[in-house]
């Protein structure tokens, strides 16, 4: 990533993370949205984590009318790759019920070129922006991140203003360690709890070396917190030990509440040991 396009993006140590936002049968209201936004400008928090594919394109739209007159005050992150169904007005109800269609005809991912770039153009509308901050291929295969194709138009899209950064989100090491060495992408996302450190922080490590901007995804992973004594708060903290120091961590929640208690953890890291060793329990198989 150049230095001035870092200068320019404001990373927020925690995130809104958006992958319930607009789910099935129990999407947020668009005032419980704008409330949420809201309480992300009080609390100095910047950056928002979504898909096209979270609630079929609706969290998008949500999020959309809710950054309208306050865009600039946000860092927003997207993600392409997963099919999904994109049907307009008095259908829009059924685009969940295409898109579990689609993924049951084994039609679940996509990462050629032309639709790639059709998906972010679709984004921005839903959006109701002229740029996203980053742009990042969602879950690709190995194959994707060394595709010199989706090289090019990652390059491009960069070069036509439609996203700042581009970027890779994926929780397998061999996929990472690709897109991290092709020296293209801006932005990783990863799963970042406590179970998965052991394995990614060397990845992690290595992003920090070469200015690769790191989200951390999944810190309240349910396995961890099944574990009698896990709390919320520890996940946080520890995770937050682990993680480069001007890592996103992203906190899925439509809480204003949440939001602030988990902000207060994240700045307030365990003692790096402390943190390792819960991380070194956590993920010992059995
Ligand atoms: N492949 C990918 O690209 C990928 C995969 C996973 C996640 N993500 C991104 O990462 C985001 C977060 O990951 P995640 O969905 O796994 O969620 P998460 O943040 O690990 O966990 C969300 C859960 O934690 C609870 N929670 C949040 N703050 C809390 C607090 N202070 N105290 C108690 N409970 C709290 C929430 O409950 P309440 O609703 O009650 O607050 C919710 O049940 C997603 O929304 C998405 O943006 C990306």
Redesign the pocket.
Known sequence: MSTDTRARLSWSRLGL????LASLGRAASISEVDRLLGAMLELELTVI???DTYGSGDCERLLGKALSGRRQSFTVVT?AGYRHSNLPGPLRPLNQFAKKGLQSLGLRQCFTPAYLSKCLDNSLERLKTESVDAF?L??PTLGTVMNEDVMRLFEGLKRTGKTRTVGV???DSEVLNAAISSGVFDVI?T?A?LKSAVTIRPLWLECEARHIQVIG?????PSCLGIPGVT?EML?RGSSALLPKNAVI??????PS??S??KN?ALDPLPEAEAERLAMKFSAPG
């Open positions: 993370g958006t992958g319930t984590d979504t898909a993600k990042l969602h879950d989100s994926s929780g996302q799963p709890s995804s999944h810190i309240f992973d919320h946080m992203l906190c899925g929640t439509r809480k949440h939001l208690q988990s953890w």
